[in-house]
């Protein structure tokens, strides 16, 4: 079995809904994503002979990614009033609407289905809320 590993990380704001603490208000993290590509077998010709895949192609992809969430304010729809996100458009903050809470749980398989959908074949992804603090999504 072969792994690949690459990294990112996107600094956005947030907040959980029906919390019974203090991240129930609005509040930032720098999200450290590690992302994992797995293979029994490498490629056997062309440009990725000998590789799982390229790490170019692998990088680029969860930089993306992360890259889109990077400097917004990740909401879980339905948790916000219609006027709010009216407002805070209109002041031109850039929002992005998740339909899921946004936890590190949640935000490690939605990295996860984001690759897999982009063609990549995931095996792990870790997403690491602090630097101590690290939730991971890994199929069964
Ligand atoms: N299992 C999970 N637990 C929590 C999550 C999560 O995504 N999954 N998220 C949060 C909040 O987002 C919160 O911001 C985290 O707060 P906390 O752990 O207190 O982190 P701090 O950086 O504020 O750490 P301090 O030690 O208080 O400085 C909560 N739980
Ligand atoms: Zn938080």
Known sequence: MYELKTESAFDSAHFLTDYYGKCENLHG???RV???????????????K?????????????????????HTFLIEEGSLAPQTLACLEQEGFSLTLLPFR???ENLARYFFERMEAEG???????????????AIYRPA
């Open 120 to 134: 990549l074949r995931p095996s792990c992804v870790e997403m690491y809320e602090t630097p101590n603090n690290c």
């Open 50 to 70: 000998d590789m799982v895949m390229d790490f170019g192609v692998f990088k680029r992809c969860v930089r993306a990614l992360a890259e889109e969430l990077d």
């Open 102 to 104: 946004t936890t590190a």
């Open 34 to 48: 590690v992302a994992y590509i797995g293979a029994d077998a490498l490629q056997t010709e062309s440009t990725m």
């Open 29 to 31: 993290h720098r999200w």
